[in-house]
């Protein structure tokens, strides 16, 4: 039997989790923009990946090294980060 994890989520545009809807690590997945969200030990939320919300829609590395490449508002640590979470996400 295979388990199945969902984090908390939303399908609203531009909809993100306040502080007191995480935990400190846990994770909030925004479906209509594709963006992931976190908690902070400060207690703030954070974006993971920045502005890299559509690299993740990727289907291939090569995909994803055209977009960061395209993408001249990113940088190096934001589209470093989307291709880690698109690769570990598969």
């Known amino acids: ?6 984090h908390k989520r939303s399908s609203t545009s531009s909809d993100t989790p306040s502080a007191s809807d995480l935990l400190v690590g846990e994770i909030a997945v925004n479906t209509a923009d594709g963006k992931i969200y976190t908690k902070h030990t400060d207690g703030s939320i954070v974006e993971l990946g920045g502005a890299s919300g559509a690299l993740l829609a990727a289907n291939n590395l090569s995909d994803l090294t055209n977009a960061a490449t395209a993408r001249s508002n990113l940088d190096v640590d934001q589209a470093g980060t989307a291709v880690a979470l698109a690769i570990a996400l598969g």
């Open 1 to 6: 039997m295979s388990n199945t994890i969902q």
